[in-house]
């Protein structure tokens, strides 16, 4: 997940470069907090603790159940 969230924050050419595969981010490049920012814009918003976001996932971040999403 790791690996997704340093193509987002690479915008949107290196997106689409590592989605043809003609690149990829940079080894050892780690975006993971980009992962908890819609958890901690709703606390900020609402004065409210992270970890009381209502959103559930359908499914774990790593378990690699989005993949048609990616391919």
Known sequence: MGW???C???GKECYED???GRSAPAAGARFEELMFAPMKA???KHGADPADYP?????GFQ???NEEGWS
């Open 4 to 6: 997704r969230c340093a």
């Open 8 to 10: 987002v924050a690479g």
């Open 18 to 20: 590592a989605l043809a």
């Open 42 to 44: 709703w606390a900020r």
């Open 55 to 59: 959103h559930e996932p359908r499914s």
């Open 63 to 65: 378990t690699f159940a």
